[in-house]
């Protein structure tokens, strides 16, 4: 018991901590969060009452990059930046550590799994027990019998402490060895790792099954068949880095010392000058007893739904909503202080409330609908309804693929009726069919969280919802752009509800996890009534907020109405030609080749990995001397990044042949190879699922495949959108897009005479900016000092200042200061609006789009310059990208509804930034462009009669059509 050393993951924790508590955060009298400091300290107080370590470390990272960051440029770059609430939590969580006289450790150059890493095992080699406080699955590779994961409890579950056994079982390994080799076939979207693209981890855990390690793996490429075999040559060498960067380094200059991990006695004095700073009273003398004297301000301030701070002065008469946000704020505070934080499992944020309702304790009546009778008996109560809550259970996710498994209804608080449909395809039809009437109203609103997928999974059933919608999860999406809006979470947040979670019912993510096929009756009605029956309250919580916020004008216009026309645009799909695909992968291949030998015959015949940056930053400084100044990182290696190699792309043509490398490496794996794989069995076709409530600006992203990210800059990329073909030879492909229609919203809503007056002439806008900026007649305009004006009308509305400017166009400072300078004041409408706009955000805490779309920016008063200049140019952009997002989203609507009342055989397949696609019938083609070009051009008049257009073209792929 003297040998039992803790190592806590600090910045995991304090994520953990400050995200437990996001939707009830802890405010003190100053108005500051304090979320990250009263979650850490209470883990912390838990983890040393109920664990009794002898010793113990907390570890953080620092800003400094690491080698991971060299080897690779994109490791950790998905992430968000993380809340300035919680950055500042920092300082004072170090400070609290040292508090409790608990080294904090860190290292430059580092992370902090390598620094509990090399401290394990170090301790470990001593005769101590460690454990590694964290809820990283990637620590799995350090455990051993002397080291284990402490992974803390779940929203008040037990601790889970997991050693070799219980790691090998996780993953399905043999050998903790294999944990890396599972990262590296799987990659990790945590930390942006990207592994072998198409291999999750049930196809890593079968291949390290028979080849053991990720090499022999590689290795035996050649040999492994069918589709597998090729994703695998495809990604081997991004699997070895993937690897690489899995891989937790045990050899940090850091040494455990006895003695300076023990636990002694806390340092008093320093804990109740912070307790008492950050207001932590029941802390404070939960901790410190009697020596805790200081004169707390009262701890009655709270947040409202809109996210204001609350102070209720003593006296002050408080109505039934303040005493329940008092209620739920003592009862969360007595629940984490007990250890049941709410917490983050693996990157995911709980609501942060702990709900104090269930199925368990709330009334409800919910009932089982089976046989003819019973069913009759709803449709005639379903019939009177103006509005009916709607969900469905199905086998699987993805709505393309998945059978109905039953559905549910609600029209009013604390009951709901579940329909279950058996696997009998042809008796379910028959079941759907007995509501057909009732589906058929289009006088019922139908109510439903995520609605886009119940719809299309009753679209492949030839089913279709006439009435009007209701998207709980797009309310709250319009509500508040930001934060999670999964159902459980936003029960547990608005109605203080914790729903079934369906783990219940089939287990766990993972091979052993079942379907909602194989739930017994009792189990599924309750699951899925309760659903229908939240999202019922949810609606009724979401009505007044959309008209506090004013948002409902997007709402009703936009976001809903939209639901319908991406249900159809999904079920449609796309055709993919296949024989393409595999041509232009074997010439991508040839040309990487070809590309590699150049590169290997200009380094002297010297053969090196060309996916290392370390071996390439060593041929190209050191051998071959490209750059004399080029000097190495601090983890000893040279930065081979895309934006180093484009500056020295002048000096030597071997660059330009390792850039050409590069691209079509990533062209052939991440697109021309993993196309095909996303082919819908049933239809032949791809199937890309828009998420409407992810983009904060409003603008659609998709997934499956992801279109935005369909390359168009280069020419070998453009190709690609060969691929994307017409259904038929009856049918072309029609591509139409917005022409600079951000410039001209930056115009309208600017008003700047000269930009408006460009447009309204309908010049060539760059040119006549170019123009304007270098004092010349627009006839007299070069090409250069038109790419000079272009990439200023672009940068500079995003917040793009001389070194941006100067760093894109390769000039100096001082010229591209003086071209800023230039635009600003031939262009003084467009500074005005930059100035009025962030003055307006400062003001009110948020901006909106010419439609009423509103990003709230918490942070544009912040004393963080970094965080504040953040959303300063989110304050400037986000009105110019999300009045362009509502435009074409209007645009959608309207062509979707000309094309359903024309009858068109023609379909819209696909939007794409400012592009739609469609699947056009060669007889209508000349009677639906002339129809989409006013829909688009009309969707969203713009201010000061600055026109929009247009263009559409057509062709037999996407690529001839755009």
């Known amino acids: 018991m003297d040998k039992r050393l803790f190592l806590l993951d600090a910045m995991a924790l304090i994520f953990r901590a400050y995200y437990a508590l996001i939707n009830s955060p802890r405010i003190t009298t100053k108005g500051r969060n304090t979320n990250a400091q009263f979650g850490f300290t209470n883990a912390l107080i838990e983890l040393i009452n109920n664990q009794h370590p002898s010793h113990m470390a907390v570890c953080f990272d620092t800003h400094a990059p690491t080698e991971r960051h060299t080897d690779f440029a994109d490791y950790k ?60 699955k990637d620590y799995g590779q350090l455990v051993s019998d002397k080291i284990k994961i402490y992974k803390p409890g779940y929203q008040g579950g037990s601790v889970e402490i997991m050693g070799p056994a219980e790691v090998c079982a996780k993953w399905n390994i043999k050998e903790v060895s294999q944990v890396i080799d599972i990262l590296g076939l799987m990659g990790d979207a945590v930390d942006n790792i990207p592994g072998i693209k198409g291999v999750g981890e049930k196809t890593a855990a079968k291949l390290l099954a028979e080849y053991g390690t990720l090499e022999n793996v590689i290795a035996s490429a050649d040999t492994i068949k ?175 693929d998945v059978e109905l498994v039953g559905m549910s209804f609600s029209w009013q608080a604390g009951e709901a009726y579940y329909v279950p449909v058996p696997a009998d395809q042809e008796a379910t039809k028959k079941i759907l069919g007995a509501f057909s009437h009732v589906f058929d109203q289009a006088s019922i609103t139908w109510i439903g969280q995520n609605l886009k997928y119940d719809l299309l999974v009753l679209k492949w059933y030839g089913v279709e919802l006439k009435g009007n919608i209701f998207d709980t999860m797009l309310a709250h999406y319009v509500i508040e752009p930001e934060g999670k809006r999964g159902m459980d979470i936003l029960s547990a947040q608005y109605l203080g509800y914790e729903p079934v979670h369906i783990e219940e019912l089939i287990g766990k993510k993972g091979k052993g996890q079942g379907t909602m096929r194989d739930v017994e009756l009792e189990k599924i009605k309750d699951y899925a009534a309760e659903d229908a029956d939240i999202t019922l309250q949810l609606q009724q919580c979401f ?19 939209l639901v319908k026309v991406l249900t159809s645009m999904e079920y449609e799909g796309i055709r993919v030609d296949m024989d393409f695909l595999r041509e232009y992968s074997k010439e991508l291949d040839r040309e990487a080749k070809e590309a590699e030998e150049k590169v290997y015959a200009q380094a002297g015949g010297l053969r090196f990995n060309l996916a290392s940056p370390k071996q390439l930053g060593e041929v190209l400084f050191e051998k071959m001397q490209l750059d004399p100044k080029a000097k190495k990182t601090k983890t000893g290696q040279y930065a081979t990044g895309e934006d180093v190699l484009l500056k020295l792309a002048a000096r030597h043509q071997i660059v330009d042949d390792i850039l050409a490398f590069r691209e079509l490496t990533k062209l052939k794996s991440t697109y021309v190879d993993a196309l095909p794989l996303m082919v819908n069995r049933r239809t032949g076709r791809v199937h890309t699922s828009y998420a409407q409530a992810v983009a904060v600006t409003g603008r659609l992203s998709s997934n499956n495949p992801n279109l935005q990210n369909i390359p168009i800059r280069t020419e070998r990329g453009r190709e690609i959108r060969k691929a994307f073909v017409p259904r038929s030879e009856e049918f072309v492909l029609l591509s139409a897009d917005y022409s600079q229609i951000e410039l001209r919203i930056v115009a309208a809503i600017s008003a700047d005479p000269n930009l408006c007056a460009a447009f309204r002439e309908g010049k060539d806008i760059h040119t006549a900016t170019a123009a304007k900026v270098f004092g010349v007649e627009e006839k007299d305009v070069t090409k250069e000092m038109r790419y000079k004006a272009k990439s200023v009308n672009f940068g500079i509305i995003y917040g793009q200042g001389a070194f941006g400017l100067a760093d894109n166009l390769g000039i100096s400072r001082s010229e591209a200061k003086e071209i800023i300078d230039n635009y600003k004041k031939q262009f003084a409408g467009i500074q005005h609006y930059m100035d009025s706009t962030m003055n307006f955000a400062r003001e009110n805490g ?99 009669d600055v026109p929009v257009l247009a263009e559409v073209g057509s062709g037999v792929n996407w690529l001839e059509a755009h």
């Open 846 to 944: 948020y901006v909106e789009t010419l439609m009423g779309r509103k990003r709230w920016l918490r942070d544009i008063n912040s004393a963080n310059f970094t965080v504040r200049g953040f959303a300063e140019r989110n304050a400037i952009n986000s009105p110019i990208q999300g009045t362009a997002a509502d435009m074409i989203k209007l645009a959608m609507i309207r062509v979707d509804e000309a094309f359903r009342v024309n009858k068109f055989r023609s379909r819209m397949l696909l939007q794409v930034h400012d592009e739609l696609v469609f699947d056009a019938h060669k007889e209508e083609v000349d009677k639906i462009k002339p129809i989409i070009m006013r829909c688009m051009e009309t969707a969203l008049p713009l201010p000061n």
């Open 543 to 561: 009505l007044p907020l959309l008209k506090k916020k004013e948002v409902e004008k997007v709402f009703y216009e936009v976001e809903n109405p």
């Open 77 to 136: 770059a998905n992430r968000q930046e993380a809340p300035e609430d919680l950055l500042s939590a920092v300082p004072d969580i170090k400070a609290i550590v040292k508090g409790f006289n608990i080294p904090c450790m860190e290292l430059d150059g580092f992370e902090a799994d390598d620094v509990i890493g090399t401290l394990s095992k170090q301790a470990a080699a001593a005769g101590y027990e460690v454990y590694m406080v964290t809820p990283d």
């Open 226 to 400: 069918g589709a597998l075999g090729e994703k695998v040559r495809a990604g081997k060498e991004l699997a070895v880095m993937s690897k690489k960067l899995a891989t937790i380094i045990t050899t940090v200059p850091v040494e455990f010392h006895e003695e300076d991990f023990r636990l002694k006695e806390w340092n008093k004095d320093v804990l109740n000058e912070i307790f008492t700073g950050l207001e932590f009273k029941s802390i404070g003398k939960r901790i410190l007893g009697d020596s805790f004297t200081a004169a707390v301000a009262p701890e009655g301030v709270q947040r409202d739904l809109f996210g204001n701070v609350v102070n209720m002065p003593a006296g002050t008469k408080k109505g039934p909503s303040v005493e329940k946000l008092e209620e739920a704020s003592t009862r969360l505070e007595a629940a984490v202080e007990k250890g049941e934080e709410g917490a983050v499992e693996e990157g995911e944020a709980s609501s942060g409330v702990i709900a104090g309702k269930n199925i368990r304790n709330a009334p409800h009546t919910y009932t089982a609908v089976v046989g003819e009778a019973a069913i009759a008996e709803l449709v005639k109560k379903l019939l009177v309804q103006k509005e009916v809550c709607f969900d469905t259970e199905t086998t699987g996710i993805d709505a393309n």
